[in-house]
């Protein structure tokens, strides 16, 4: 297996920032076969700090898997899946982090299960917290 993760960060101004990430990955078919499965990822983010506490960022992303290597859905095209999300981060604590955020995702097949249906997009509103231990 090959795995690749390349991004970049830009500071546009002194508050606002763009991060690009591309990941790619290639497995062999089967041991010794000379045919690969490939998958891929993309995303951007804008990210603007309010203040030293508060962060708000838009990320749009894209994920190709085809062949199911990461992600098996069982359906024709794989997980071909697009995204958007909006964040609202607020640092409570030098080490705790509380984020509430909103994504859509839509797939080229139905593979979003949503009140005992499959659909081909799936809205999430979450909230998490994120604690560092060591320094």
Known sequence: MIFNNFYARFDLLE????????D?????????S?????WMGAVSILQFAFNDSNKA?????????????????????GFKTTGVSVNFDRQLFSNIVWR???????????????????KNNN?????????????
């Open 57 to 77: 960022a838009f990320r749009a992303e894209y994920y190709g898997d085809a062949s199911g290597v990461i992600i098996d859905t069982g359906t024709l095209n």
């Open 24 to 32: 790619w990955g290639m497995q062999q078919q089967t041991k010794g």
């Open 34 to 38: 000379s045919s690969f499965d490939t």
């Open 100 to 118: 509430m955020e909103g994504r859509i995702l839509k797939s080229k097949d139905d593979i979003f299960l949503k009140e005992g249906k499959l």
């Open 123 to 135: 809205f999430t509103l979450l909230s998490s917290l994120a604690v560092k231990f060591i320094k």
């Open 15 to 22: 508050k606002a920032t763009i991060i690009t990430g591309f």
